[in-house]
């Protein structure tokens, strides 16, 4: 069963529009970790944020914020204001407590396009 | 600078061949990963080792090999026996190798292709 689930393949924004990147997860445990990672066209995923299954305050930074509702199981994430360079694949990632070994379960990610 | 080092950036393999995929990190980190990642997908587990001289196989470890002689190495073998080798491969370093909080760092990756 596919334990992370990002059902948007692909977006396609105006710049300076609002954007969310939808996430949602299965899991059994109650102790683990979630993340985001951006992929731009150079290849390398660059580590965006984790956020752990005790800690559902949102948070910001700068354009980008984030969302965790346990209650439906989802980890979203908002760009604000996006720009050409936020054009990237964005991937969402689970970490389980239990048997995982600190390994992270990947959502098939969503490819966002910002044009000018 | 630190960071993970992939190379090279393209490589190409011929009918029969075993090639392997190199990965250096600088971080000290004591664990190390191989991804594999085809278009439209995931990035699914290929091996994995969280200390020297000692690695596990992912989800998809059929058809590739590793070692983990050097703490700052580990090198991936695509042998002939993975028969559909064309993807785009990434390799990742962790300082905190069984802890769920583990945050995993990437290299630049290496685009395999198939002659």
Request: charged share 20%; proline share 4%.
């Amino acid at each position: 069963a596919q334990k992370v689930t990002q059902a948007q393949t692909e977006i396609s924004v105006v710049e300076k529009e609002d954007v969310t990147l939808d996430c949602v997860y299965e899991t059994r445990d109650t102790t683990y970790y979630l993340f985001w990672y951006k992929q731009p066209p150079s290849g390398e995923l660059v580590f965006l944020i984790r956020r752990n299954s005790f800690d559902e305050q949102n948070e910001i930074s700068g354009r980008y914020s984030w969302n965790f509702q346990k209650s439906t199981s989802s980890f979203n994430f908002t760009i604000t204001a996006s720009q050409v360079v936020d054009s990237a694949v964005y991937f969402c990632a689970l970490s389980e407590a239990l048997g995982s070994q600190g390994n992270l379960i990947f959502g098939k990610g969503t490819k966002l396009s910002v044009k000018p | 600078d630190g960071g993970i080092t992939q190379s090279p950036k393209y490589l190409f393999r011929k009918e029969g061949q075993n090639v392997t995929l190199s990965c250096e990190q600088n971080l000290n980190h004591d664990a190390m990963y191989w991804y594999r990642q085809d278009p439209g997908q995931g990035l699914r587990l290929i091996y994995y080792s969280q200390i020297v001289n000692d690695f596990q196989k992912g989800d998809i470890a059929e058809g590739y090999s590793v070692s983990r002689e050097k703490k700052e190495s580990f090198p991936l073998t695509v042998t002939s026996a993975q028969k559909n080798p064309t993807a785009f491969y990434l390799c990742a370093s962790s300082q905190e190798p069984t802890e769920p909080k583990n945050i995993q760092y990437f290299g630049a990756g290496t685009r395999l292709s198939v002659l």
